[in-house]
């Protein structure tokens, strides 16, 4: 026996070892590019707005290799940038492409970190689809290097405003005249919620170390000796006391960031959800808290739901419409979250018997984890 924890401690440090190397891909959850089109007196403008750590993955920018991407090593190229932006950006009219003209390039800060922002006015060769907004955007940067790129984009112009989310498999969005519908609103909102949950390695890595336990009985020993439960609701309500706490907590903050009542600073927001993913994970291990873990769920889903709150504000939501997209974003968030549930309690039900639940998927897990999430930590406090 002693032999064999001895093997087993040596397979989950070997594992540590390799998250290590693995976590620091993983500690950028999601890859955005932001697109819009407004209105400048009589002209339409395209902005589109690149992080220049997803440009660096195509362009190598980082000269001194310091692991950041400065204006200076950007500006040197910025034509061949700015040539390689403009070709995967097609805007079309109801017969031919319009071309994009540039007006300027720059750098832009965004919540997490420095953009390459590029600027150009639309001459679309029939002024009509101008004038009746009879145009379609198709958008190609990124997607080979990276498929959870997304570009998200937003119009506002006189008499038409919508938004779209483009993806490797939806690259095209139609540029509609007129309002859109409260229920239209209210359905993109729910898919942009149900996506960020889905990409947000640190929400679910959060969630799935509170939700491990739930098929053991909880005690005073330590996690590895803990006895499985016999009855599925007690699981079931283990499970839905920490599910709650957690969306109880987030939908709080959610509203009181978007309204402006508390506004905390970013980088603050992105570290400590990063150390409450390694403190979630050292619980399973140390057992601080592991009879109540819902009370973590709210307390620390009170910092997640900030940092939902960054990515509404970075989507631009609609302000005659807040409500709505405020909704339909935490109904996603929710729908999201009960997918991952619905896939990992039946698995963990089935397993909870036996060594290999507890000292691979419990003990392994937590610590593979706690490991990723201090990678996280680190890099978000700029070490």
């Not at 420095?114 to 379609?136: G, I, K, N």
């Not at 979630?280 to 889903?301: D, E, I, P």
């Not at 309690?345 to 290999?356: E, G, K, M």
């Amino acid at each position: 026996m002693t032999f064999l924890y001895r093997h087993l401690a040596t397979r989950l440090a070997l594992l540590a070892l390799f998250v290590s190397f693995t976590g620091s891909a993983l500690a950028h959850s999601s890859s955005n590019a932001y697109l819009s089109l407004s209105q400048r007196g009589s002209d339409l403008v395209l902005r589109t707005d690149i992080n220049l750590r997803d440009v660096d993955l195509i362009f190598d920018l980082d000269d001194d290799r310091d692991g950041r991407v400065s204006w200076g090593e950007t500006a040197g190229r910025i034509n061949e940038l700015k040539a390689w932006m403009q070709q995967g950006i097609t805007v079309r009219g109801s017969s031919a492409p319009c071309e994009l003209q540039p007006l300027d390039v720059m750098a832009s800060p965004h919540s997490d970190g420095f953009y390459l922002s590029a600027e150009w006015r639309l001459a679309c060769a029939d002024p009509q689809d101008v004038a009746s907004q009879r145009l379609s955007l198709k958008y190609g940067l990124i997607f080979d290097q990276d498929n959870l790129h997304r570009g998200l984009l937003k119009v506002d112009v006189p008499g038409a405003q919508s938004s779209a989310i483009l993806s490797p498999d939806r690259p095209e969005a139609e540029l509609l005249a007129g309002e859109v519908s409260g229920w239209s609103v209210f359905a993109r909102y729910v898919v942009e919620g149900v996506w960020h949950i889905w990409i947000g390695i640190d929400h679910i890595l959060f969630l799935l170390s509170l939700l491990v336990l739930a098929p053991l009985v909880p005690s005073r020993s330590r996690v590895t000796s803990w006895p499985a439960v016999e009855s599925f609701r007690t699981s079931f309500m283990d499970v839905l006391a920490v599910v709650t706490a957690f969306t109880v907590a987030h939908s709080i903050t959610l509203v009181a960031s978007i309204v402006g009542w508390v506004n905390p600073p970013v980088t603050i927001i992105e570290s400590v959800i990063a150390l409450s993913v390694i403190l979630a994970a050292l619980n399973n291990l140390l057992g601080w808290f592991s009879l109540k873990r819902w009370r973590l769920a709210f307390v620390f889903g009170l910092i997640h739901g900030f940092g939902f709150a960054n990515v509404l504000l970075d989507l631009a939501l609609p302000a005659q419409q807040l409500a709505l997209a405020l909704g339909g974003f935490n109904v996603g968030v929710e729908l999201g979250q009960l997918a991952i549930v619905l896939a990992f309690l039946p698995v963990a039900w089935l397993l909870r018997h036996t060594a290999f639940y507890r000292w691979v998927v419990v003990a392994g897990g937590s610590l593979a984890i706690a490991v990723i999430g201090s990678v996280w930590l680190v890099e978000r406090l700029g070490f």
